[in-house]
Nanobody, 119 residues
């Protein structure tokens, strides 16, 4: 079992920046990948960015390319999402996710953190 704890959400003006953090903990686990997803009311949860834990290979959804970066600290089992040039449409609840095997679905989820971008 892996527990994920997120931090770093908040309110920011358009054009501003925020950094989200997510730390994984548990007993005897090995991460395969971690990622960030976001969800707005009435919509499905969408992928934002992911990082492969061993290779560092990253993926970004098109709408955040060039504005968001994802990084990891292997020693701390922590993933970061640096969000720059934020837009009102980035407003959502952001969820951290993790998987310990190369499956399609992410098995472990954080509690979510609200990001609100004002215009």
């Amino acid at each position: 079992q892996v527990q994920l704890v997120e931090s770093g959400g908040g309110l920011v003006q358009a054009g501003g920046s925020l950094r989200l953090s997510c730390s994984a903990s548990g007993r005897s686990f090995s991460l395969h990948a971690m990622g960030w997803f976001r969800q707005t009311p009435g919509k499905e949860r969408d992928i934002v960015a992911t990082v492969n834990w061993s290779s560092g290979r990253t993926y970004f959804t098109d709408s955040v390319k060039g504005r968001f970066t994802i990084s990891r600290d292997n020693a701390k089992n922590t993933v970061y999402l640096q969000m720059n040039s934020l837009k009102p449409e980035d407003t959502a609840v952001y969820y951290c996710a993790a998987k310990t095997s190369p499956t399609i679905q992410y098995r472990y989820w954080g509690q979510g953190t609200q990001v609100t971008v004002s215009s």
